[in-house]
């Protein structure tokens, strides 16, 4: 049975491959399966029939069977496991892109989605001045620590992994801010994840969507 995954009936993004959508895109780019899209509209994922895959009303979702799966960790982490290409065979090697995947969604991605609410959603609000250059800060602490971390290595624990397919997609949804070119070797790591067919793959998959291409 082919998997079919939602997607934003019209993506915010505009097609520029920052929607979560894309990290399950790649993630069945990786490992060669095929999946089907189902979009939906932003009134149609807060209504019932949508909350009862994903409660909190986003996308994406993954439905194969009688298997439902909403959180993009998850989803990707349950098609690495299933299909090689996308998590070491060694399993401390596995332990560790696994690691890497929960410090993209849990350590990395939060002071992203705090500057990014902050400077669309808290504009004009009186302690605006005072709190982006404090998120700011914080995303480029994380960022130096993960440059030092990388090094002059391609990826974050040998091959590419899962745990890279997170956190390059966390990376790039900082990237329109400015603070990545900070960094030229995770700029450099991006590049390198984003030049890779998968990626190209599912970019071209998502950016068609958004231009009707």
């Given at each position: 049975m082919i998997p079919t995954i939602t997607a934003f009936e019209r993506s915010p993004d505009r097609g520029q491959g920052l929607a979560r959508d894309m990290?399950?895109?790649w993630a069945f780019e990786e490992v060669g399966q095929p999946y089907n899209v189902r979009l939906v509209s932003f009134a149609e994922m807060k209504q019932p029939a949508h909350r009862a895959l994903q409660p909190f009303g986003q996308i994406p979702t993954y439905e194969e069977g009688d298997l439902a799966l909403f959180e993009t960790g998850s989803i990707v982490l349950h098609i690495a496991e299933r299909h090689a290409g996308l998590l070491p065979d060694d399993p401390n090697g596995r332990a560790r892109a696994i690691t890497w995947m929960f410090a993209a969604a849990s350590t990395?991605?939060?002071?992203?989605l705090e500057l990014q609410t902050l400077k669309f959603g808290e504009g004009d609000?009186?302690?605006?001045?005072?709190?982006?250059?404090?998120?700011?800060?914080?995303?480029?602490?994380?960022?130096?620590?993960?440059?030092?971390?990388?090094?002059?290595?391609?990826?974050?624990?040998?091959?590419?992994?899962?745990?890279?397919?997170?956190?390059?997609?966390?990376?790039?949804?900082?990237?329109?801010s400015g603070i990545l070119d900070e960094f030229a070797t995770l700029s450099a790591y991006c590049d390198r994840a984003r030049a890779r067919p998968a990626y190209q793959r599912a970019f071209a998959a998502q950016l068609a969507l958004a231009t009707g291409a």
């Open positions: 990290r399950v895109r990395v991605e939060p002071p992203i609000k009186p302690w605006f001045e005072a709190r982006l250059p404090l998120v700011q800060g914080r995303i480029r602490a994380y960022l130096r620590d993960l440059a030092a971390r990388l090094g002059d290595a391609d990826w974050l624990d040998g091959a590419f992994s899962a745990g890279d397919l997170m956190m390059v997609h966390v990376l790039l949804r900082v990237r329109p």
